[in-house]
């Protein structure tokens, strides 16, 4: 198993019943196909669909049904489709129980940055600063070190997101949560030593007594 | 009763350096065959507001490529490297906003309010030279409305009155704009007789709607 699916395995046992959850492109979206079956919920693409569904077959495509990375998609029964307005007025107003986004930087204060690399990566923020600012449960869905180099750091050194402290942090090396005392290191990755989270990690990890390993659906 | 309007002569309404609302999400829901025509006729010098600039060949992406925008205000150019060239080259002034921020400035604009307060942004590059303000307790940023001369937007269907109806995720912008800017130009797929579109399914009603594209050919 490669380290994307242990994360998506990982993140998908976050995903409650009845939830509206809102997956980020690429890693993030790779969660839908890991719930387990007693799992029913909605998805939400922000460019204007609750009830996303998989993606239809090939020629039979709808060209004004796609989700926010302008992919083709379906709606699932019981779907609404909805405008900008009251797609972000969900996401804004607390309607919106969970997101996954990727990440690039998450330091001590649980502080998210993923939307941009002055002088190198200038995209645009898109929807991510609203989608940390407003849901309710913020989790980050990203590799433990990007080329060797720690994401887990003190303090952000690239724009942050928002300024607000995400919810659970998961790689596949480690489930970390941020609190006001700082990050807890919850569970290991399969076969990862909490030692070998350390080394990864520049930030500074509270471990407690019990460091389980993680559980994957 | 509207008239429908020719394309090339509707493009012709639209003098050069004129603000346009456009809608869409990567191309999806954007009124495609005036911005043809606007790249056919080639005046520009316009600032676009947009969610995105969609992808080289693709919606806005035209416009981008017929070197016919000044200013973008969008929240996304990831997609779109001809975007990010010419903000680089300093040919495009890109202004960057959050995408639920956007959307309710440009509502603002559209319902006659002075402003939106919202916490999104707070703290990150986007704070930069806005008023902070603090509602019980909360902080907030002050962000101002946004109006265009013209609304550029695509629809699934228009009765004779000018009333519009949208399909799935092409809905995005296109509602909201068409409230906030001077002159409002309406692309559908489809021009029905009156009462085709029952009263609960219009979400643009026709008063709003200034020129009603003819039908596609």
């Known amino acids: 198993m490669d380290a994307k699916e242990i994360i998506a395995r990982r993140v998908a046992l976050e995903v409650k019943d009845g939830m509206l959850v809102n997956l980020g492109i690429g890693l993030p979206s790779m969660v839908a196909n890991f719930l387990p079956d007693d799992v029913d919920v909605f998805f939400q693409a922000e460019n204007g669909v609750i009830g996303l569904g998989a993606r239809p077959p090939e020629g039979m495509e709808d060209a004004d049904l796609t989700d926010a990375g302008g992919a083709f998609v379906t709606a699932v029964p019981g779907a609404a489709s909805i405008d900008s307005a009251m797609s972000f007025g969900l996401i804004r107003g607390g309607h919106l129980d969970m997101t996954v986004l990727g990440g690039l930087q998450v330091d001590e204060r649980g502080y998210l940055a993923n939307w941009m690399v002055p002088g190198k990566m200038v995209p645009g923020m898109g929807g991510a600063m609203d989608l940390v600012a407003g849901a309710k449960r913020v989790v980050v869905a990203m590799v433990h070190t990007q080329k060797g180099k720690p994401k887990i750091v003190p303090e952000c050194t690239l724009p942050l997101t928002a300024l607000r402290r995400i919810s659970l942090i998961v790689t596949e090396m480690a489930v970390i949560q941020p609190t006001e005392e700082g990050l807890v290191l919850r569970e290991v990755g399969p076969g990862v030593t909490v030692e070998q989270v350390q080394e990864a990690t520049s930030a500074n990890l509270i471990v407690q007594d019990v460091v389980q390993e993680m559980k994957l659906a | 009763m509207k008239r429908a309007t020719k394309v090339e002569a509707a493009a012709e309404l639209i003098p050069e350096g004129s603000t346009l609302l456009i809608g869409g999400f990567m191309g999806v829901g954007s009124p495609h065959r005036l911005i043809d025509a606007l790249v056919e006729r080639g005046v520009g010098g316009f600032t676009v507001v947009a969610n995105d600039t969609a992808m080289p060949g693709t919606g806005i992406g035209k416009l981008v490529t017929a070197g016919l925008i000044a200013r973008a205000v969008v929240s996304h150019i990831g997609l779109n490297p001809e975007t990010q ?133």
């Open chain 2, 85 to 217: 060239a010419k903000m680089i080259s300093g040919e495009i002034d890109v202004d960057l906003v959050p995408q639920g921020t956007l959307v309710e400035r440009i509502r603002a604009g559209g319902v006659g309010l002075g402003g939106v307060l919202t916490a999104t942004g707070l703290g990150t590059p986007v704070e930069e030279g806005k008023q902070v303000v603090e509602v019980e307790g909360r902080r907030f940023l002050l962000e101002i409305p946004i109006r265009g001369d013209f609304a550029l937007i695509a629809a699934k269907s228009a009765d004779y009155k000018g009333n519009l109806e949208y399909s799935l995720t092409a809905h995005n912008f296109n509602p909201v704009m068409a409230l906030a800017a001077d002159t409002v130009i309406a692309e559908p797929h489809t021009i029905l007789p009156v009462g085709a579109i029952p009263p609960d399914a219009v979400k643009t009603p026709g008063v709003l709607v200034d020129h009603l594209l003819e039908r596609e050919h």
